[in-house]
């Protein structure tokens, strides 16, 4: 073999043990999804198998499916926007710290250590009616009464914000953390003001972290399931507690089969938008 | 088979140079990744047949009292180990179930009749050899009757307790007078907005809705007055629990007043010191548990375990640390002090008290209900 066929090879060599694993842990049982989608529900007994459109045609044409999906889009927009607005100053605080750099980008990490629904169920201590912060508004006299303050979609995209922050921060810091502060330098020795040069400087070139961390923040906020059980009420509900319904509550497999694919392509429509205008690149530095 | 013997000759092959050194790595490779693939699930299927089983139940108060009064002391006797698991609700459980090879669960907690019929739909039903359970001739014929009836000539269960969903209430803001004067329909009080709380489950919505409306709730004649109830509640309600943990957790924390709830977990509401009252209304929903083992358990492990649980000591010890009636017959055993104290006992041992969910009915009409629940409690 010669020495070109044998460097061709090596990549696909290096890369077959997660290729395995992709198409084994993701394409296959991806596939069985595919088809089961298309089989119909029995209540009590087995499914049954063949090419049946029913539960497309509901997923697709059902308002009730289409509301629920929307409304998801929305949480997760506002999410996304919550998260940017917060996420950007702390970002840019961490990205031009002088020395203690790597503890902040530490405590960044920390939350990540505390399991997910451990940290959406501390919202329940913090704002219940006993909660700490009911308790430290009556110990003030600020208020005589606790007020109710839980159980909305207002927690929920509170609880998502608290979930999401760290993913915005850290593309965004990456972003930062690339760019060559002398810029903003040369930009204030030509006249601009310090806002300026972040404006028409900084703020652009940080752009694809900023848009990196959106769709990462998106796409997990749309794709969530644990937070509007726990801090929603009980109409609040995101498109994958349907997928969870469907499949858990009403055994109908094929339909949460066909409402997880529809969930998939509507995220995967974005994600190939925002590769299209911005490339994968930048996510895959913000992840790194 | 020598495989030390192959080894050898392979090793000799290689350094005669009758084979080549990436042919003999690639041999030796292949023998540990056929090794490595065979050993660790050999080893499980061996213990799960032979040394353990698992159980499968509602956590919390349940789990613990199952643990520490039944499945260590078994394990002590018997050196079976007993792996258990917990699940929020019949139907979540019933999903893994399905998802599963034959044989990887093998008891799990049951609730209702209901249940018993969904699994044994399934084909998930196992053939109890009750010679081996001699302890079921303590159980209530009631209890055994209703699960018999759907599999008759044998049975895949044994009754282990039962309790009610009844209504619980905090006594600093609801008197026993006003809720026996409401009973289920304080769940669609105007006054308490904000302060109701509800289990998911859609069985229990829809049956406080017929309760809520007067209808029979193993015969609802006019099932949108059902839903326009269960719509008023939603509309009322500040939360929907699903967990036994967090119904608790919203009454104690006075997040909610009022709810529909677990007898048992009332019971240690109360026990805590909590002011929760608890009141059964008419037609409120009475359950039967069952110890339901799955088709491709190890048997005779399992009715082992089972038989263990229902003796009397052991059963009386759970039902004592969960707070729900054991199905031993009150009648032919001596239940000691605690358990005729319990909400929903029946001293009788026919339970002729309490409603239960005809499966049938309510098996029949899941599939629709179900899903229409789910568009209502969303707004629809």
Partial sequence: MSIEAREARQPWILLAPALSAIFLLLIVPLLFIVVYSFWLRSAVGADTPGFFLDNWKAALTDRFYRDILLNTLKIAAITTVACALLGYPAAYFIARSKGNKMILLIMLMLPFWISYIIRTMSWINILGVSGALNSALIWAGIISEPIQMLYNETTVILGLTHFLLPFMVLNIFVSLDGIDTSLEDAATSLGATRWQAFLQVTLPLSLPGLAAGGLLCFVLGAGTYITPVILGGPRDAMFANLVFEAIIRQLNWPLGSALSLLLLMVLGVLVAIYNRYLGMAQLAKGLG | ?380
């Fill in chain 2, 1 to 380: 088979m020598d495989d030390t013997k192959r080894y050898e000759r392979l090793r000799d092959r290689f350094q005669d140079g009758d084979i080549s050194r990436r042919k003999f790595f690639s041999l030796l490779g292949a023998v540990g990744a056929a090794y490595g693939l065979q050993t660790p699930f050999a080893k499980y299927a061996n213990a799960q047949s032979v040394s353990q089983v698992r159980f499968d139940g509602w956590g919390g108060i349940v789990s613990e009292a199952f643990r520490k009064h039944a499945f260590d002391p078994y394990t002590a006797k018997s050196g079976v180990k007993v792996v258990d698991g917990t699940f929020p609700g019949g139907d979540e459980y019933l999903a893994l179930v399905r998802a599963s090879k034959e044989g990887e669960y093998n008891i799990a907690h049951l609730s209702g009749v209901f249940d018993y019929a969904r699994y044994e739909g399934f084909g998930l039903a196992s053939e109890l050899n009750l010679d081996n359970i001699p302890n079921m001739k303590l159980v209530m014929p009631a209890l055994t009757n209703a699960f018999s009836s759907v599999t008759p000539g044998s049975l895949s269960a044994v009754p282990y307790d039962y309790g009610t969903t009844g209504l619980a209430y905090n006594r600093k803001y609801i008197s026993d007078e006003e809720m026996k004067e409401k009973g289920a329909k304080i769940l669609i009080d105007a006054a308490y907005k904000g302060k109701i709380g509800g289990w998911s489950d859609w069985r229990t919505r829809i049956w406080y809705g017929a309760l809520q409306t007067g209808q029979d709730p193993n015969n609802i004649t006019d099932i949108d007055a059902v839903w326009e109830a269960v719509r008023t509640h939603r509309d009322l309600a500040l939360k929907y629990w699903g967990s036994g943990a967090e119904l608790m957790s919203l009454l104690a924390e006075e997040e909610i007043y009022v709810t529909e709830a677990w007898s048992g977990r009332i019971y240690a509401l109360q026990e805590q010191g909590h002011d929760i009252g608890y009141y059964d209304p008419p037609n409120g929903f009475g359950w039967q548990e069952c110890l339901f083992v799955m088709k491709g358990s190890p048997m005779g492990a399992c009715e082992e375990l089972l038989n263990f649980m229902l003796d009397p000591a052991t059963s009386i010890a759970v039902a004592e640390g969960q707070n729900y009636p054991p199905a031993l017959d009150p009648t032919k055993v001596d239940l000691g002090a605690k358990i005729p104290t319990l909400p929903a006992f029946d001293a009788t041992g026919t339970l002729s008290g309490l409603t239960f969910a005809n499966p049938g009915y309510w098996n029949g009409n899941e599939a629709e209900w179900s899903e229409t629940f789910s568009r209502v409690q969303r707004g629809y």
